[in-house]
């Protein structure tokens, strides 16, 4: 591993650093870390940055609960700026209660929608469970509590087997659509992550097994 003092600091004593989403790859945050910032993420695992305006150090999430599990840390071939991959806790990294500071737009070109999507439908999930909207069939859902819920994804499910048999795919498409959102619903209703799935799904894969269920094998042997 590098030694911090090989970093390149500016005159300020300060570098760069991004957080990105482990799992997603969203970019977070900018922020800046100076070199005990650096030593005290390397050391607790979580990331603590350095507030130019308030001058001094500064632990992500400590007040609001939105703190960032670093789980890898990179740097770039200059040695002057700072990748960290986190989980992100709580809401979210942006103060204003976005997701990502990223929000604004600028402009958009033609592109192809990406997984990214999924994240967003299930945090406006999240939110609509925070601050529930008057006529939100979400909040509709989330007051009716499992049974329905588990009552729609079945309607959902085989909606969706009805249009793959007929070969409807515009249909199917909508009707998976439909189920992925009824099953985001549940998940949220049930308290569970999304990081949850990843981790099973990565489990399934050969590469990251669950904390609490490598927890749970290790109990059984």
Known sequence: MMDISEFKFDEKGLIVAIAQ???TGEVLMQAFMNKEA????IESGYATYYSRSRKKLWKKGE????????????????????????????????????????????????????????????????????????????????????????????????????????????????ELSDLLYHALVLMEDKGIDMYDVFHELMNREGKA?????????????
């Not at 040695?79 to 929000?103: E, M, P, W």
């Not at 192809?112 to 994240?119: A, G, S």
């Not at 087997?161 to 795919?169: E, L």
């Not at 097994?209 to 042997?221: D, N, R, T």
Request: proline share 3%; glycine share 6%.
């Open 38 to 41: 650096l030593e005290k993420t």
């Open 63 to 174: 007040t609001s609960g939105c703190l960032q599990e670093v789980k890898k840390i990179l740097y770039d071939c200059d040695a002057d700026s700072i990748l960290l991959l986190v989980k992100q806790n709580g809401a979210g990294a942006c103060h204003t209660g976005n997701r990502s500071c990223f929000y604004r737009e600028l402009k958009e070109f033609d592109f192809t929608p990406d997984y990214k999507i999924v994240f967003d439908v299930a945090n406006t999930i999240r939110d609509r469970k925070l601050n529930p909207v008057e006529g939100s069939y979400t909040n509709y859902l989330l007051s009716k509590g499992a049974e329905k819920i588990c009552k729609k994804l079945g309607e959902e499910t085989t909606e969706s087997v009805i249009a793959a048999i007929a070969n409807k795919n515009d249909e199917l498409i909508c």
């Open 209 to 221: 097994p669950h904390p609490k269920y490598k927890k749970l094998m290790e109990e059984k042997k």
């Open 21 to 23: 989403d482990v799992y």
